[in-house]
T-cell receptor
Framework: GAVVSQHPSWVICKSGTSVKIECRSLDFQATTMFWYRQFPKQSLMLMATSNEGSKATYEQGVEKDKFLINHASLTLSTLTVTSAHPEDSSFYIC????????????FGSGTQLSVL | TQLLEQSPQFLSIQEGENLTVYCNSSSVFSSLQWYRQEPGEGPVLLVTVVTGGEVKKLKRLTFQFGDARKDSSLHITAAQPGDTGLYLCAGEDTGNQFYFGTGTSLTVIP
């Protein structure tokens, strides 16, 4: 199956700093990537849909100025948590969709963010 | 927003027992996927079902897609500790949008 690489796996930062998370599709071109937030033992909460070369589409309630998404190429999307605060601490996961009808979602391994 | 309800939300069973997880919706999906996720990892695709009434088997796991393509079930026979994890269903609509279920956290006790 296709591989999606997500880095870093975990990050600890001080309150007020910004953190960038990268999501790369290693062996396929991903026209669409998705960013999720997840709390322990709960399902994935879609934050935004990222399309290559265009602005991301954010879900209701997600602050686009706080969670900056850039999808500059067909293999890379980044999520930047700006001015992080302890309430932003969470597990963030990206997924990428391989092009074509009936395409599947492939997930990164996630990033555990802890804001002190 | 299309809602996929999974039941039960939490399940703790002894090794060797059987279990069934349900994924229900009032919406019709063109396909439905099941994932398993372990702590600190991303979800891993187990199976995709696309035809109403379809049944797929993956070793001790049996997946079924409802006839109307609105619901699905996952049955695990003789559960093992390695089956522990969060199980997620995800429905894909005709617009290629994916909607995730509420999740079922399974713990298999040795």
């Amino acid at each position: 199956g296709a591989v999606v690489s997500q880095h870093p796996s975990w990050v600890i930062c001080k309150s007020g700093t910004s953190v960038k998370i990268e999501c790369r599709s290693l062996d396929f071109q991903a026209t669409t990537m998705f960013w999720y937030r997840q709390f322990p033992k709960q399902s994935l909460m879609l934050m935004a849909t990222s399309n290559e070369g265009s602005k991301a589409t954010y879900e209701q309630g997600v602050e686009k100025d706080k969670f900056l998404i850039n999808h500059a190429s067909l293999t890379l999307s980044t999520l930047t948590v700006t001015s992080a605060h302890p309430e932003d601490s969470s597990f963030y996961i990206c997924s990428a969709r391989e092009g074509g009808l009936g395409e599947k979602l492939f997930f990164g391994s996630g990033t555990q963010l802890s804001v002190l | 927003t299309q809602l996929l309800e999974q039941s039960p939300q939490f399940l703790s069973i002894q090794e060797g027992e059987n279990l069934t997880v349900y994924c229900n919706s009032s919406s019709v999906f063109s396909s439905l996927q099941w994932y398993r996720q372990e702590p600190g990892e991303g979800p891993v695709l187990l199976v995709t079902v696309v035809t109403g009434g379809e049944v797929k088997k993956l070793k001790r796991l049996t997946f079924q897609f409802g006839d109307a393509r609105k619901d699905s079930s996952l049955h695990i026979t003789a559960a093992q500790p390695g089956d522990t994890g969060l199980y997620l269903c995800a429905g894909e609509d005709t617009g290629n949008q994916f909607y995730f279920g509420t999740g079922t956290s399974l713990t298999v006790i040795p």
